[in-house]
Nanobody, 123 residues
Framework: QVQLVESGGGLVQAGGSLRLSCAAS????????MGWFRQAPGKEREFVAH???????YHGDPAKGRFTISRDSAKNTVYLQMNSLKPEDTAVYYC?????????????????WGQGTQVTVSS
């Protein structure tokens, strides 16, 4: 079993920054992909970015130029640094884990999910 716990969400003004964290515990995998998704009210869950072991990242359209995904292997934690936040970034942000190295940017490609953390950006 795998547990993913997100933290770091909150309320921030437009133009501000937040860093989300996703701590993984339980089973460990030598090959994995950890991703960030987000879901705004009334909208589909949307891919943000993922980290593929041992060290490749991919950022989706919402993240390009503003967000950066990174990993601290010693802490089994993946981060999402979000800069220049906009009101349209307001959503619940979810961390997800896929076993193995995957290129999936859809939610059904990931087996494990965290509970989500709310990010609210005020104008």
């Amino acid at each position: 079993q795998v547990q993913l716990v997100e933290s770091g969400g909150g309320l921030v003004q437009a133009g501000g920054s937040l860093r989300l964290s996703c701590a993984a515990s339980g089973r460990t995998f030598t090959s994995y992909t950890m991703g960030w998704f987000r879901q705004a009210p009334g909208k589909e869950r949307e891919f943000v970015a993922h980290f593929r072991s041992p060290g490749t990242t991919y950022h989706g359209d919402p993240a390009k130029g503003r967000f950066t995904i990174s990993r601290d292997s010693a802490k089994n934690t993946v981060y999402l640094q979000m800069n220049s936040l906009k009101p349209e970034d307001t959503a619940v942000y979810y961390c997800a884990l896929a076993i193995g190295v995957v290129r999936s940017t859809t939610s059904n490609g990931y087996a494990y999910w965290g509970q989500g953390t709310q990010v609210t950006v005020s104008s």
